[in-house]
């Protein structure tokens, strides 16, 4: 009933047929039957574990995007699923795969134990469990916490233009023959470098994130926050360890959760680039998602029968009721649904599959025009009739309206349109506009103190209902204050030579 | 200590506004959300002067909330529309019989003139009819086909230039969420615009002027106006599948209040990959409705229903279209496949 298209009435299959006995594998027919995973197809476990291997490739040579000899980072959070995608790196780069796999791996673990509010015990504990799975692998690995974030340079939320890669196909495969010629002609055996990192976070630092974590009233914003911290952590180490690839782990159920969330949360015009398989909007970082194809439970089967360790670590959400966020809600549901219609999940995920983003993410565009936070393009324009204008107008008229009567029609259409935040006025005087445009196109008054209004205008949609969560933006780290206030300048500059500038 | 009202300050608080949260008045809680649609029908321009409007009514509140307001905004501000009252009766006892007493007193109530088209006068089957033969799962699909065509058909007969629903911005919302979860990017994309393309003689423009009023707020209105509505859901709605959608839209309210028009504001800025296909609209063969198909969906259902195999619109069939056109005998096994699980 779900899908439109669905013919759904027949009955799940079970591994067992009617008289009792084991079913045969429905591939090769010859091996017993040991795992349903969807469409009441039973698998044997060399079949599955084939099938399970070849979607991995199969992902990764259909887009085309990670090319031979690149430097990839793989990111690894200790769940079931990136440490599935840690095994299928390693089995897809080993000497006698088939048609292995050609790219440099290195792994990165973003220790939030700070955001969680862990014990400095627990976190350390969990790091050493990782470390061990890390150098069983023998990529260089490394581990940062998210305290980090607090130093990070304002370029982690610009758009860097994007490293000279040829775009057409006829492209990847001379590049596949010339990687695989230069690889014969260099019989030498590669000096594989350890270069690994363990940041160890200190506590002034810890307080102040759990001082920022903490300024969210609410636990979806607070989710959304670390998530946006997360990421920006993400690419600043991929920048400064000279990766231009980052590999997420995110199972198919993860996105189809992800998508219906982002879209209660108002992101519908970034889904693309939130659930898609490339994630171009950083410019020289890509991210991509090779996991997308599986589901959570397909997963779990493999990291049971092929012995793949993993370590839970406590989330945000961990242990919290049903309507504690909008994640957690968004997650009891489809699951509840995927229960009843089996094939929820992926039909969010082909839906998902269809969707594109709305702007073009050229790496050329003005970076004014991208969100402060999620570094996507804004889509808070004004163009008549809108979710965001009906919002502004109930806004407006709920306030304070003085001793104008009600009935008597005082707001004509025109002026119901809620200004941007444009000129601000100057402290310095008595309330009164400086006027004055330094070279800088600042303002006269030097400490200006951050506040939400200023930030609204350089938000996306989503980005707005974050920071309005926020009981003061001043916690904020300091890289996305000063960007804004640069951005403030800058807009400010922009309107005052409008007339004169073309297009 | 009793609060003030927070936009004129001078009376108590009577209520607090789901949608933004502040404690406002009764008088200006009015104001505000007339203002509010009085504002979405001006910048979306939904209407011109002078046109005659059909007002679909089914009794419940949101079109009665609609009739009033529309009538309220229609003198206050001078739209100079022609308004009426459509309603449709799809036959389903101790439901829409009642609902359409209420129908019949709002008319006298707003001096609207009104106009009832049902099921049985159009099609020849009443709901209950076709739930005994389709069962209790999918009839919905059959109510709501059946309804989009008897609207426009009462439209025409009434000559009115459009229709408008009082869908609100949960159902919207709702709207949204159900195309994702069954995977109709083409609905999708057309499903948050406010108002209909008017193509095709037959078919008549629709809008939604109260589409990002909450429905929360409207059922403030209704009880604080004292409106005279009937609020009992259709008999057959637990089976639907749009109940899991709606459960959880509500679950989102309490989480998060601007949920709502958050979902209609990311269904608004969604955008469809190119080269993915989407359904071309052209006519019935038979009715001539508008249809993406050779057949339009209701005269699909109706032939199901006449020839006994109620699936016939439900399941995939497109092959058979021809043969359904032209009044082929099925063979056993297609037969088998379309007739319900029931019989």
């Known amino acids: 009933m779900c899908e439109i298209n669905e013919d759904f009435h027949d009955r799940l299959e079970c591994v067992q047929d009617v008289e009792g006995g084991l079913k045969k594998c429905v591939k090769c027919k010859e091996a017993n039957a040991s795992v349903v995973i969807k469409g009441g197809d039973a698998h044997c476990r060399a079949c599955f574990k084939e099938n399970f291997t070849h979607k991995f490739r199969a992902t990764l040579g259909k887009n085309r995007v990670i090319f031979p000899g690149e430097k990839v980072l793989l990111a690894v959070s200790g769940g079931p699923s990136s440490c599935s995608m840690l095994r299928q790196v390693q089995e897809g780069l080993s000497q006698n795969a088939h048609k292995k796999l050609r790219f440099l791996p290195g792994i990165v673990y973003i220790d939030e134990g700070g955001a969680v509010f862990r014990s400095s015990e627990e976190r350390q504990k969990t790091v050493a469990q990782l470390q061990a799975i890390f150098k069983a692998t023998g990529y260089p690995f490394h581990i940062v916490p998210l305290e980090q974030v607090l130093d990070l340079p304002s370029s982690t939320i610009l758009t860097a233009p994007s490293a000279s ?120 970082v890509i991210l991509v998602r090779p996991m997308r194809d599986y589901s959570a439970k397909e997963i779990a089967y493999y990291n049971h029968v092929f012995a793949v360790p993993s370590v839970f670590i406590p989330g945000l959400d961990t242990k919290n009721a049903d309507k504690a966020s909008i994640h957690r809600l968004t997650e009891s549901f489809v699951n509840k649904l995927q229960a009843d219609f089996p094939s929820t999940v992926s039909t969010i995920y082909r839906t998902s599959e269809k969707l594109q983003t709305v702007c073009g993410s050229s790496s050329t565009a003005d970076p004014c025009d991208r969100c402060l936070l999620c570094v996507c ?74 506040e939400k209004t200023d930030l609204k205008s350089t938000l996306c949609y989503s980005c707005q209902l974050i920071v309005k969560d926020l009981s003061s933006v ?21 309107k005052e030579i409008n007339t004169f500038v073309f297009a | 200590m009793p609060v003030q009202c927070s936009c004129c300050g001078e009376k108590r608080a009577m209520l607090k506004r789901p949608k933004t949260g502040h404690s406002v008045c009764k008088d200006c809680f009015f104001w505000a959300f007339e203002e509010e649609v009085h504002e979405t029908i001006v910048s979306a321009k939904l209407f011109r002067h002078g046109e005659r409007v059909g007002i679909a009514a089914s009794g419940g509140k949101d079109s009665t909330v609609l009739a009033h307001v529309m009538k309220v905004l229609n003198e206050r501000y001078g739209y100079g529309l022609e308004l ?131 429905e929360k707020e409207i059922v403030l209105y209704a009880y604080f106006k004292k409106l005279d509505y009937f609020s009992t859901e259709c008999i057959y709605s637990p089976n639907a599948y749009r109940g899991h959608a709606r459960t959880f839209i509500k679950d989102l309210e309490s989480v998060r209040a601007s949920s709502i028009v958050d979902i209609i504001h990311s269904g608004e800025n969604l955008s469809v990959r190119e080269g993915v296909k989407m359904p071309v609209q052209g006519t019935c063969n038979r009715c001539g409705y508008i249809s993406s198909q050779a057949l339009c969906k209701a005269c699909v259902l109706l032939e199901g229903l006449n020839r006994g195999l109620p699936r016939l619109g439900i399941s995939k069939h497109h092959r058979l279209h021809g043969k359904i056109l032209a009044r082929q005998p099925l063979t056993e096994k297609e037969e088998r496949k379309l007739r319900s699980e029931n019989s």
């Open chain 1, 474 to 494: 001043e916690c904020l780290p300091q890289y996305i204050l000063s960007e804004a206030m640069r951005r403030q300048r800058r807009s400010l500059m922009r």
């Open chain 1, 377 to 450: 393009a804004l889509d808070t324009a004004d163009d008549g009739v809108s979710a965001l204008q009906a919002t502004l107008t109930s806004e407006k008229l709920s306030k304070f309206r003085g001793n104008t009567r009600p009935g008597m029609p005082v707001l004509i259409s025109g002026e119901l349109r809620q200004s941007a935040p444009t000129v601000r006025d100057c402290r310095s005087g008595e309330g009164e506009n400086c006027g004055q445009a330094q070279v800088g196109g600042s303002c006269c008054s030097s400490d200006m103190k951050p």
């Open chain 2, 84 to 214: 009426m009252l459509l309603s449709v009766d799809e036959g389903i006892t101790g439901y829409r019989d009642d609902s359409l007493e209420t129908v019949k007193r709002n008319q006298q109530q707003y001096e609207l003139p009104l106009k009832i088209v049902s099921y049985e006068e159009l099609y020849g089957w009443t709901m209950d009819a076709i739930v005994k033969q389709v069962g209790l799962k999918n009839n919905c699909t059959f109510c709501g086909v059946f309804r989009r065509q008897a609207l426009d058909r009462g439209a025409i007969m009434l000559k009115v230039d459009k229709i408008c629903t009082g869908h609100n911005a949960d159902d919207v919302a709702e709207t949204v969420l159900m195309n994702v979860l069954r995977g109709d990017v083409a609905r999708l994309r057309r499903c948050t615009a406010i108002s209909t393309a008017s193509e095709g003689e037959a078919v008549v423009p629709r809008c939604k002027p109260l589409k990002y009023a909450y």
């Open chain 1, 165 to 284: 890669q040829p775009a057409h196909t006829g492209a990847y495969k001379t590049a596949v023959d010339q990687f695989i010629q230069h690889e014969i002609s260099s019989s030498a055996a590669r000096e594989v470098q350890e270069e690994t990192d363990v940041y160890e976070s200190q506590e002034p630092h810890t307080q102040a994130l759990q001082k920022l974590i903490g300024s969210a009233k609410t636990l979806t914003a607070k989710q959304d926050l670390v998530n946006t911290l997360r990421q920006h952590v993400l690419v600043h180490t991929a920048r400064s360890k000279g990766y231009s690839k980052v590999m997420l782990g995110d199972s198919c159920t993860r996105l189809a959760v992800k998508l219906l969330s982002n879209i209660s949360t108002g992101r519908g015009a970034h889904l693309a680039q939130d659930t898609g398989f490339s994630d171009t909007r950083h410019g020289d």
